[in-house]
């Protein structure tokens, strides 16, 4: 699986990688790179981290399964995650809080991913987590089908997290 991740997105919604950016926005990416990196390991799969700004080419790290990408203005992070969404297709899935940026994956055939969920998959380990992504559902909307299945985007999007938490 391909994953998409919207860096400072990610880093902005956990306290500990907002408080590694807080002393610089340079340890604030290690910080999401080595979790990244241990994923990459761990899964197998391939990781693009996406972040806004340009400070230098595109680098590699992890033995080549994850890559990092700096939007060149006048484009941002979201508009190349989005380009990136719409390439990779139903093989991905994309992590981001924006629901843009999520909305845009989802048209594109990408599981999309809350940065918070994903966060915690990778801090949570095998199998932890699982039972508050079978209770989410939106109040006041009446729904047919099984009330206790999972939507088509919840499903992929819970289909994808389980990759990260199994060893």
Request: charged share 35%; hydrophobic share 45%.
């Amino acid at each position: 699986m391909r994953w998409l991740i919207d860096g400072y997105n990610v880093i902005r919604r956990d306290p500990d990688l907002r408080a590694r950016e807080a002393e610089s926005l340079e340890a604030g990416r290690r910080a999401l790179l080595a979790l990244v990196a241990g994923a990459a390991r761990a899964s197998g799969d391939s990781f693009t981290v996406v972040f806004d700004g340009a400070p230098g080419p595109a680098r590699a790290a992890a033995g080549g399964q994850v890559e990092v990408v700096f939007s060149r203005p006048p484009r941002t992070a979201d508009d190349v995650l989005m380009e990136l969404a719409r390439r990779a297709g139903s093989g991905a899935a994309l992590v981001s809080g924006d629901r843009r940026v999520q909305d845009a994956a989802r048209r594109a055939g990408c599981a999309a991913v809350d940065a918070e969920a994903f966060v915690a998959a990778l801090d949570a380990g095998a199998g932890a987590g699982d039972d508050r992504d079978d209770d989410d559902e939106e109040p006041g909307r009446a729904k047919r089908g099984n009330p206790r299945r999972l939507s088509k985007d919840a499903r992929a999007a819970a289909r994808a997290l389980r990759r990260l938490r199994s060893p």
